[in-house]
């Protein structure tokens, strides 16, 4: 069982629509949760992260996570094609420095 | 911000020689600093973690021999890709978090160079 799973995509909605990540992961243990946005080519970059369960809201994104089953995601309001990235969910266990990372999903926002 | 430079980033080598990048926090240092690499269409693998001042931790699989990083200051992290296969070639990522033990609002956050593209011939 991988540590982080996404789905890989692509994940295809239209410009103004919601998109929706998911990420689950297997150590319970973990603490601490990251959303990276990555374009091609270039490396990640924060988006947001969330520590506690519920959600958090930050402009047109919301993370939500859920440690009782494991599960954490990205929520996009109004979906720009300039979102169109691979999502990255990174994990971190309390107590690591390790950060691991799903594989991330790709989002393609259709103009 | 915190900000993360990472030099080069790109890099053609032949086959057989060594290829050093170089990590550096800009505006906070940085106790630990993070290597990863990326093939294409996959994720994040971490390959070290790279302590100043002592010996980086390797994640399995990674050759300690092969991947020499060195810590020497609190802002400068490098990487070095000895006798360089075209199987190395791959997107290098260094990460940084802020030196300070207090879990305060964006304390685990990792902060990621531009990346390093390297190419073996």
């Known amino acids: 069982q991988k540590e982080v799973e996404q789905n890989s995509g692509p994940l295809s909605v239209p410009e103004g629509a919601i998109a929706s990540l998911n990420c689950t992961y297997s150590d319970r243990g973990s603490q601490s949760f990251f959303w990276y946005r990555q374009y091609s080519g270039k490396s990640p970059e924060l988006i947001m992260f969330i520590y506690s369960n519920g959600d958090k809201e930050d402009g047109r994104f919301t993370a939500q996570l859920n440690k009782a089953s494991q599960y954490v995601s990205l929520l996009i309001r109004d979906s720009q094609p300039s979102d169109s990235a691979t999502y990255l969910c990174a994990v971190k266990a309390g107590g690591y420095q390790k950060v691991t990372f799903g594989i991330g999903t790709k989002l393609q926002v259709i103009p | 911000g915190a900000v993360v430079s990472q030099h080069p980033s790109w890099v053609i080598c032949k086959s057989g020689t060594s290829v050093k990048i170089e990590c550096r926090s800009l505006d906070f240092q940085a106790t630990t600093m993070f290597w990863y690499r990326q093939f294409p269409k996959q994720s994040l693998m971490l390959m070290a973690t790279?302590?100043?001042?002592?010996?980086?931790?390797?994640e399995q699989g990674v050759e300690k021999d092969k991947f020499l990083i060195n810590h020497a200051s609190l802002t400068l992290s490098t990487l070095t890709v000895t006798s360089a296969h075209p199987e190395d070639s791959s997107f290098y990522i260094c990460s940084a978090r802020a030196a300070g033990g207090v879990l305060s609002t964006g304390a685990n956050v990792l902060t990621f160079g531009a990346g390093s593209r390297l190419t073996v011939l």
């Open positions: 790279s302590n100043e001042g002592s010996k980086a931790t390797y």
